[in-house]
């Protein structure tokens, strides 16, 4: 039978007196060779597990550093190497050592080299980083004129009207299945039937990838699910006129349509001629504005003749209030008293002149004869 060492947990086997492994006895003699030969043969030192562990951590480290394009630094995912971003403005204000001090000091910053028009953007700026996002900021950028650089004339554009996913749109090179990519030429605007545009330059003698963005928006059935669109996601006051459908608009602008009533009740309310619970007789009588429920035309007559703010619940302290009693009216600096059927004129408290009812008149002064006043 083979003599074999039974491994322990976690080690290659307890170490010989001499210090070397006896691995060797966990091997089978060789064939033809006799035992004690065999044991003649010396081995490796055992290697500790520590060792083992570090030599394959230092190896997988090794492995990796050779192959990956991100590392992860202190919880931030970074690229492996610095890398040039490139970005354009079509102006720069306040450039001094090719560099701005703001952000506004860039006009339409953007990352490929050519605007909406086909139109070559007059400032190139260059970023080193090993960030995995390229910076949106134009004063991390050296930026210089692209006036007289060689190596844009391969700039390609191209543009489609498929509404699809990017995920099915392919580009120019590979289009996706059923989809047509038109080239746009140099100098020409996007169309307005395009969805989405892609583009391509060539920089000395490398090119771009295809980069492809959006232009149109749109939704159609392969971007949105049946009922993904809920009253809720409708903000208030957000439907407008040119949403509607145009019997609606139309409905609304004649007034001929209401939600919830009859036609001639529609009519009715057109023409003003009925009104719910009262009579035509009575809704020509409001119209004409002829008739009250309830009186009269003589008390029509009566109440029109009766002028603005006039009570007819005036107590005698009302009247007295004014001035007047039962047998005198107070004017002010004059009073008129009657008394046993004589009429007296006094001022300051002191009458002046009485008038009896024989016609009789008395005065404490002098009595004018075709005087004048």
């Given amino acids: 039978m083979n003599n074999y060492k039974t491994l322990g947990p976690g080690s290659l086997g307890p170490p010989s007196k001499k210090g070397f492994s006896d691995n060797q006895n966990m091997l089978p003699p060789r064939p033809g060779v006799p035992k004690s030969v065999g044991s003649m043969i010396k081995t490796m030192p055992a290697i500790p597990p520590v060792e083992i562990e570090k030599r394959l951590k230092k190896l997988e480290s090794a492995t990796l550093d050779d192959t990956a394009t991100t590392i992860l630094d202190n919880d931030q995912y970074e690229l492996a190497e610095f890398v040039v971003y490139v970005a354009y403005a079509s102006a720069l ?88 990519w038109t080239v746009i030429n140099a100098g020409s605007a996007v169309p307005g039937t395009a969805a989405w545009v892609a583009e391509r330059f060539t920089v000395g003698s490398v090119t771009s990838g295809w980069t492809i963005e959006a232009v149109g928006a749109y939704v159609n059935a392969s971007v949105l699910v049946d009922n993904a669109v809920t009253t809720a996601k409708i903000a208030n006051d957000a439907v407008t006129a040119d949403k509607l459908a145009n019997s609606i608009n139309t409905a609304i602008a004649a007034n001929t349509a209401k939600t919830g009533i009859t036609s001639s009740q529609t009519n009715a309310i057109t023409a003003n001629t009925a009104k ?98």
């Fill in 93 to 180: 204000s306040n450039l001094a050592n090719s560099s701005i001090p703001n952000q506004s000091d860039a006009s339409d910053f953007q990352y490929t080299p050519y605007n909406a028009n086909g139109v070559l953007l007059a400032f190139r700026g260059f970023h080193s980083s090993k960030s995995i996002y390229q910076s949106g900021d134009p004063t991390d950028y050296t930026w210089e004129s692209t006036s007289g650089l060689a190596g844009f004339t391969s700039s390609e554009r191209f543009q489609t009207a498929s509404t699809g996913l990017l995920s099915v749109l392919g580009n120019p090179t590979n289009p996706g299945n059923g989809v047509t």
């Fill in 276 to 373: 719910t619970g009262i009579t035509s007789g009575q809704a020509n009588a409001i119209t004409a504005n002829t008739a009250k429920v309830g009186i009269t035309s003589s008390q029509i007559t009566k109440l029109n003749g009766i002028e603005a703010s006039a009570t007819a619940d005036q107590t005698q302290s009302d009247i007295n209030a004014l001035g007047i009693t039962a047998t005198s009216v107070d004017l002010g600096n004059w009073t008129i008293t009657e008394s046993s059927g004589t009429m007296f004129f006094a001022t300051g408290g002191t009458n002046k002149m009485k008038l009896e009812a024989n016609g009789n008149l008395t005065t404490v002064g002098t009595v004018t004869a075709s005087g004048s006043m």
